[in-house]
């Protein structure tokens, strides 16, 4: 089993930076893919970035290409996401998730989940 904690959310103005980190316990970390989702209000969640186990492969939603980066240290047990250039339309609570495949890009890839950390940016 793994558990997953985020943190690094909050309130930023538009074109504001922030970096949420997501801590995953277990000794299985290394060999997980991680992936960051979001949902907004009202909305379905939705995937916003994945990283393979080695770190070695990437993926992103087109939303977000090019402003956001998703990084993980393994020695750490710790998976990033760096966001960049936020929009208020990045408002939403992002979770990250764990997965068993190389990578995933759907809700159904991933086997377990945080809780979630509010992101909300201002105009």
């Known amino acids: 089993q793994v558990q997953l904690v985020e943190s690094g959310g909050g309130l930023v103005q538009a074109g504001g930076s922030l970096r949420l980190s997501c801590a995953a316990s277990?000794?299985?970390?290394?060999?997980?893919?991680m992936g960051w989702f979001r949902q907004a209000p009202g909305k379905e969640r939705e995937f916003v970035a994945t990283i393979s186990w080695s770190g070695g492969s990437t993926y992103y939603s087109d939303s977000v290409k090019g402003r956001f980066t998703v990084s993980r240290n393994n020695a750490k047990n710790t998976v990033y996401l760096q966001m960049n250039s936020l929009k208020p339309e990045d408002t939403a609570v992002y979770y990250c998730?764990?997965?068993?495949?190389?990578?995933?890009?759907?809700?159904?890839?991933?086997?377990?989940w945080g809780q979630g950390t509010q992101v909300t940016v201002s105009s």
């Open positions: 998730a764990s997965s068993r495949l190389r990578v995933g890009v759907k809700i159904r890839d991933y086997d377990y």
């Open positions: 277990g000794r299985t970390f290394s060999t997980l893919s």
